[in-house]
């Protein structure tokens, strides 16, 4: 393993400070950020703002961004409520293009190492394709995120 050093990270969007803490345990400088206060335990670690907000006044401080932006109005999932009666639902769709550029900003943030949390998005927001899908039971879970049952 390559020795990278002692990183500053920022895991936006989480209030359970799970991902926080394995930083912590790693030896990096690590805290969580999110609009709730933590539940993790460690509100030294913990910022209780607007990450963006935050971002703002730290520029050019962090070395990698983990970002886990609610998905409620984004993902394909979600359609049905997006077009019920098969009419577009104006009010979901301008709360879904704000949820669209709230994750642009955190993907396009000045930070060196970027992740951002993408969920299987409706075509009509247009979000970048994901580079990676990650599954529940690559990491022990007997789950998986699409239709297809985990095979362990």
């Known amino acids: 393993m390559i020795n990278m050093g ?13 991902v926080c803490k394995a930083f912590r345990k790693l030896g990096h400088y690590a805290w969580s950020c999110d609009t709730l206060p ?8 913990h910022f209780q703002r607007d990450v ?7 520029s050019g401080f ?22 019920p009666k098969k009419v577009l639902n104006q009010e979901r769709y301008k709360k879904g293009m704000k949820a ?31 580079t990676q899908v990650i599954q529940p039971y690559q990491h022990g879970h007997p789950f998986s995120k699409s239709q297809k049952k985990a095979n362990i």
């Open 6 to 18: 002692k990183m500053r990270v920022l895991i936006a969007c989480e209030e359970s400070q799970e």
């Open 38 to 45: 933590c539940s993790g335990g460690h509100p030294e670690w």
């Open 52 to 58: 963006l907000e935050l971002l703002e006044h730290t």
């Open 62 to 83: 962090w070395d990698l961004i983990i970002a886990h932006p609610p998905c409620t109005y984004l993902t394909n999932a979600a359609a049905r409520h997006l077009y």
């Open 100 to 130: 669209k550029e709230f994750f642009m900003k955190l993907l396009n943030a000045n930070i060196p190492k970027i992740v951002v949390e993408n969920p299987n998005p409706s075509k009509i927001f247009g979000l970048p394709k994901h």
